[in-house]
């Protein structure tokens, strides 16, 4: 008997080979859910108070994570939640297995977590494995030398004594990050110990092997806990060198007094005991996927060059991180004009290894908010570069709403660096990028209650810049970083090739595109500069459609949705181009303002099958050749 097949049973045959592809292809999302991750950074003191102490909590985060999801986030980052004296905001920890009573009980956090994962969602915590608390029950015993843990934190003797005082003078010339000698002299055991940050946070000694199981313990518990990975702090301090040499200074002829930044640390940190240390933790967080436990996570935060973080991506064999919390793109340093951008930010895309995956952090904890070391009105450009690149986004809580930082008294400071004038470039005094979260006009902007004194002062203008507010206006700054968030998530952004120029030093314009899709193609075109810029591609050799739609504009673009957007190659053929105001951004498509682009439709589908199968010709998984 001879089959016939019908325009019906090719149609029934093709649906079903694009359910399965369209199953594999979620199966394939969860298994790598960390390379397009949209995380949110929860400061937690700052955050939401739910006890009326003025410090925000566990249950404040849990209250909130209707609107974290509604804003389109898939991944959080809870921070400073471990037991500790809170001598540094909760980054000198006592205990790494407990959390902290100021913050909530283990319960409800175990909740958070499973009510987290019901969402769908990921959650990762930080991990401080340099040092902790003076106060640790580990730091006690290691001065009174009582075993397992004398050789637990790096201990040294004196370098002789001074002549005048008698006093012991340090094993070397290391400077803390936050200023004076890294060493410490206790009385009681009579040897010095190291400090890379305050003396209130001893190093540990990882070239002892009971740590480094100690630390992997740590690990394993948070783990078993249900945590899906971790935000390792201060990963290029982890190891020292053995010898104890004597850094060199990068200006030997300076007299005066010096500090951290003064000394070139070739011999306190990046050892490359340091690599061996983090592939180690690596292998442990594998175990758990190769148990069938689901895919877990480490990112560092990298403020090193890219060759210090290429090292730290590892390679097929040799895995470490699985990103980097790329904070360098963003900093000024970086984004002088639109032509320092993009060969930032080509560089750091090209030297991405096959096991690397890029990340774009435009602020955190300890950097100044974008909108305040900006212009505030460059906050919605700037989303627009972070959330349409290919990759990992981190987004500091309050900056979906463009908060900023405030002037602080002296008095009202709580940072454990406030005797120094500076931390890390691009850094300053780390509170005012810390106040609490703007949640509405009442008073202290719905962080805490109306007669409660909140740990720091919330910003004056929450009775314009809040949540609630925003959410009510279709043209606020909140509403369009949910539309952005939204296109984030279209398979032009998850899987589409990159292409980036500068047509002009200002007017940096990059494209996103599915190859064989013609109607899948996102343009992004930014003006960084202080004055109008008429918009053509100059130079540049992508080929961008002549005429575009505006599917999102910053407010001050003069574009609205909607808007016809014609490019041209150059102003000989256009006198008329489009002109963008400085310090504003337009993203055009092809598809309609309303559409997701390119997310469930069967044509869709069918090309990325084959997009998915050609893509493996490409020289590079995110550039365009």
């Not at 690599?275 to 990112?299: A, F, N, P």
């Amino acid at each position: 008997m001879r089959t016939i097949i019908t325009s019906e049973n090719f149609a029934a045959v093709w649906m079903v080979v694009i359910f399965v592809y369209r199953f594999q292809m979620l199966e394939a999302r969860e298994k790598d859910w960390y390379r397009t991750a949209s995380m949110y950074q929860v400061y937690t003191r700052s955050f939401k108070d739910t006890n009326g102490d003025g410090v925000g909590d566990i249950k404040g985060v849990h209250e909130k994570l209707d609107y974290i999801q509604k804003v389109g986030f898939d991944t959080i980052w809870i921070q400073t939640l471990f037991k500790s004296p809170m001598k540094d905001m909760g980054y000198d920890i006592s205990d790494f297995m407990a959390v902290d009573p100021l913050f909530g009980t283990m319960e409800e956090l175990k909740k958070l977590i499973d009510d987290i994962h019901t969402r769908g969602m990921k959650v990762i915590v930080d991990f401080v494995p340099n040092h902790t608390s003076d106060e640790s029950e580990w730091f006690e015993k290691s001065i009174n030398k009582i075993e397992p843990y004398t050789d637990f934190y790096v201990w040294a003797n004196p370098n002789g004594s001074d002549p005048e005082t008698q006093l012991p003078l340090p094993p070397n010339n290391w400077l803390s990050v936050f200023g004076d000698s890294m060493w410490e002299w206790n009385e009681k055991r009579q040897q010095f110990y190291l400090h890379q940050f305050s003396i209130s946070q001893p190093d540990l000694n990882y070239r002892n092997p009971k740590v480094k199981d100690a630390m992997k313990n740590v690990l394993r518990f948070w783990l078993d806990f249900g945590v899906d990975g971790f935000r390792v702090d201060a990963i290029a301090h982890l190891v020292e060198d053995a010898l104890l040499r004597d850094n060199p200074w990068r200006s030997p002829e300076k007299t005066g007094k010096r500090d951290f930044y003064d000394q070139i640390p070739k011999y306190s940190s990046l050892q490359e005991e340091t690599y061996q240390v983090t592939h180690e933790w690596r292998s442990m967080l594998d175990e758990y996927e190769d148990k069938g436990l689901g895919v877990r996570i480490m990112t560092f935060e990298m403020y090193d060059d890219l060759d210090v973080t290429r090292k730290f991506f590892g390679n097929e064999t040799y895995k470490i991180m699985h990103f980097p919390l790329n904070v360098r793109t963003f900093l000024p340093m970086h984004m002088k004009n639109a032509t320092d951008t993009s060969d930032t930010i080509r560089d750091y895309i090209e030297l991405m290894p096959s096991v690397g995956v890029p990340s774009w952090i435009m602020s955190n904890h300890d950097i100044s908010r974008m909108a305040t070391r900006s212009f505030p009105e460059f906050s919605v450009p700037g989303f627009m570069i972070a959330l349409l690149l290919p990759g990992v986004v981190s987004i500091y809580y309050g900056e979906e709403i463009c908060m900023q930082q405030m002037l602080l008294r002296k008095d009202q400071l709580r940072d454990a660096s406030k005797k120094i004038e500076k931390l890390n470039p691009g850094h300053s005094l780390r509170d005012p990028c810390r106040t609490p979260m703007q949640w509405d006009d009442s008073p202290n902007a719905g962080f805490t209650k109306e007669s409660v004194m909140p740990w720091l002062p919330v910003n004056p203008n929450y009775f314009r810049v809040n949540v609630a507010r925003q959410l009510q206006d279709p043209q606020s700054h909140l509403k369009t970083f949910m539309r952005l968030m939204e296109l984030r998530k279209s398979a032009v952004i998850m899987d589409g090739q990159l292409e980036m120029c500068a047509p002009t030093p200002w007017l940096l314009v990059f494209q996103r595109s599915l190859r064989n899709q013609a109607s899948a193609m996102i343009v992004v075109v930014v003006n960084m500069g202080t004055e109008i810029e008429a918009v053509s591609l100059g130079n540049c050799s992508m080929k961008v459609p002549r005429e575009m739609e505006v599917h999102t504009a910053s407010e001050n673009s003069g574009f609205k949705i909607g808007d016809k957007f014609t490019i041209g190659k150059s102003s000989s053929l256009q006198p008329d181009r489009p002109k963008l105001r400085p310090k504003s951004g337009v993203v055009l498509t092809l598809f309609t303002s309303s559409s997701n682009g390119c997310l469930t439709s069967v044509p869709c589908l069918l090309v990325l099958i084959i997009s998915t199968i050609t893509s493996m010709t490409y020289q590079h998984p995110f550039l365009a050749h």
